[in-house]
């Protein structure tokens, strides 16, 4: 299958290769989701086919209006119509219980529950309208690979196996929605994001975040949560704040190989990097940093001689704690040490 790349006003050949259950390639504000028809099980299964995805992890349904919420979830409890009114279109999902029998189980993963997201980008709004169904979109990269934040990403992924990608440009924020829980009479964050923890309280009241730091031998709410997420091919360790960005290059000096370092321009400008490092900024704060973190994995992922990858940690608040999410999970818990040979 050629893979073709929709251009902006291509909407509708895009919008008719869902409505006959082929798989498109769709962009948001966060990354690119690999849309199908939700209604449409066959199309949805193929899903995780081209993702290489457990077929327990469920997946977000993404909506362009709220009757299109009506048609699939049980309720839709005050709370959530407050948030959809205050973030929607935004980057906050939102988990609903689910009107029985109205998505197959193929989208939920057998959960009572669905995940609902109204992109802020109009080109996908217009793709959902013009299909005239929800589409379904986990992120569009081959699974435990970092999110694509450009089309080029999605096709680097996922050429050949699905019928197109439609083309915005890169995204803006760069790392995935806030997932909220409001299935339950306990909120909770099951995934932090753009939408912060501080913004989500300011209308709904105190809400319990812990859910989704995850110990050894707890089951994860969201499902998509005990698999390793975001790794490129070589190690990846965090640097953090308080580090000496000298000591770092001294000792990347000494490996025997490249070393790719991803930090703020500021710092990237203070040292005379030694020969064996190879640099991408990650811009000037937290914003640009979680727009360039999965773009500058996916940089380093695609060069042979890189056998190593150090990103610079930031405060885990505000969006701050959305990137730190993303990178803890890269680096499965590894911290640069200049002591480790
Ligand atoms: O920004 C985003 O959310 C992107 C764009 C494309 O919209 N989508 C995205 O989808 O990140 P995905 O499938 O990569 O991540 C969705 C997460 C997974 O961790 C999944 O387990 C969780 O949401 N999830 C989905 N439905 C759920 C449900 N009913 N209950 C609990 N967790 C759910
Ligand atoms: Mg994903």
């Known amino acids: 299958m050629e893979t073709k790349i929709f251009k902006l006003n291509e909407i509708d050949q895009a919008a008719q290769a869902i409505k006959n259950g082929q798989l498109v390639a769709f962009p948001t504000e966060t990354v690119y989701g690999l849309g199908a028809d939700a209604t449409n099980e066959d199309a949805v299964k193929n899903v995780y086919l081209a993702k290489g995805r457990p077929s327990d992890n469920p997946l977000i349904v993404h909506v362009a209006s709220i009757e299109m919420v009506e048609r699939y979830a049980a309720e839709i409890p005050d709370n959530a119509r407050q948030l959809m009114k205050q973030f929607w279109p935004g980057s906050l999902t939102i988990i609903l219980k689910i009107k029985p029998g109205s998505l197959s189980k193929t989208v939920t993963g057998g959960l009572e529950t669905v995940a609902f997201r109204f992109p802020d980008c ?98 994860p709410k969201a499902p998509g949560m005990k698999y390793r997420h975001y790794a490129p091919g070589v190690p990846v360790a965090i640097v953090d704040p308080q580090t000496d960005w000298q000591m770092v290059d001294k000792w990347i000096a000494d490996q025997p190989f490249k070393v790719g370092v991803m930090a703020e321009k500021q710092i990237l400008d203070q040292i005379a990097w030694s020969d064996n490092a190879v640099l991408y900024s990650l811009g000037d704060d937290v914003s640009d940093a979680s727009a360039h973190l999965f773009g500058g994995l996916r940089f380093f992922d695609d060069q042979a001689d890189v056998k190593a990858i150090l990103v610079q940690g930031l405060k885990a608040a505000g969006l701050g704690a959305a990137y730190m999410n993303r990178l803890n999970k890269s680096a499965g818990g590894h911290h640069f040490d200049a002591s480790v040979k």
Do not use: C, F, M, W
């Not at 996908?124 to 435990?144: F, H, M, Q, R, Y």
């Open 122 to 219: 109009q080109p996908t709004l217009d793709l959902i309208l013009k299909a005239g169904v929800p589409i379904v979109g986990p992120s569009a990269n081959t699974s435990g690979k970092p999110s694509p934040t450009t089309a080029q990403h999605v096709y680097h992924d996922l050429n050949g196996k699905i019928a197109g990608i439609l083309d915005n440009g890169p995204t803006r924020v760069g790392v995935e929605s806030t997932v909220l829980d409001l299935s339950t009479s306990q909120p909770a964050i099951l995934r932090p994001g753009a939408v912060t923890k501080a913004q989500i309280e300011s209308v709904i009241g105190s809400i319990d975040l812990d859910r989704h730091h995850v110990g050894k031998n707890e089951t």
